[in-house]
């Protein structure tokens, strides 16, 4: 079920008769998860260590992860064995002082934000001024950068949540973010494809459609816009 939920989905966004102007190189953005088997995204759902390091391994590669040895021995005898050794190698992300890396506990916002910030390179001056994000945090730096880049954004009430699970919407709402892949809201409302039975009133609806549903696209100044 962990893997299905990695795959893209065989669901495509493509229309011959649209008419808006987009002369521009046509691309295409490839999907990087997909719904459970049920036929439902689950949005509200938490996301594992090792379902984050299968997306990002997936899509630096291209989904051709390279065979390997985690570090972390509790990483070598799994689905995510390859995975979990491609992001410890390239230091995206880290096992724990114990050695481990408990490839199946639930990951923490502020976990993920640590994650991006190795992934993006970021060393960006910037400070956070969440009321739960002390100075003293031992992610503090990195969920002020992200911040900042607008990777990943507070709650309304002001919070960050650093502890708090990170959900399977604000996983691909971050990750869409931190590719520059935008979803083309108009396109999505005059097609309204329906991939997943739980999403249409999701806040995080576009963003899934983006994340999981392949389609053509051009970038007209700077504007993503599905074809």
């Known amino acids: 079920e962990m893997l ?5 989905s065989e669901m495509c966004i493509r229309d011959s008769e649209d008419t808006r102007d987009t002369s521009s190189d046509v691309k295409v953005h490839e999907p990087y998860m997909k719904g459970l088997p049920n036929g439902k995204f689950k949005p509200q759902g938490t996301v594992t260590r090792a379902e984050v390091a299968a997306i990002l391994a997936r899509i630096m590669t291209d989904g051709n992860v390279p065979k390997g040895k985690p570090k972390a021995k509790d990483a070598r005898s799994d689905w995510y064995s390859d995975y979990i050794a491609f992001v ?17 506990a639930k990951i923490s916002r502020a976990e993920v934000a ?23 945090h031992w992610a503090y730096k990195d969920i002020a950068r992200v911040n900042d880049m607008g990777y990943m954004l507070g709650f309304p009430d002001g919070t960050f949540g650093p502890s708090s699970n990170v959900t399977r919407a604000e996983i691909v709402t971050t990750i869409n973010r931190v590719l520059d892949r935008h979803p083309d809201e108009s396109y999505i409302d005059m097609k309204r494809p329906k991939p997943f039975s739980d999403i249409d009133d999701n806040w995080a609806y576009y963003q899934i459609i983006e994340a999981t ?5 051009v970038v007209i100044d700077g504007v993503e816009i599905y074809k």
Not at 213 to 217: G, R, S
Request: aromatic content about 10%; cysteine-free; proline content about 4%.
């Open 4 to 8: 299905r939920s990695l795959v893209g």
């Open 88 to 104: 410890e190698k390239e230091g995206i992300m880290k096992g724990f002082d114990d050695g481990s890396f408990k490839p199946n």
């Open 114 to 136: 640590a994650i991006i910030s190795r992934y993006k390179s970021l060393n960006n001056s910037a400070s956070a001024s969440f009321p739960d994000v002390k100075s003293s």
């Open 213 to 217: 549903v392949k389609h053509d696209y």
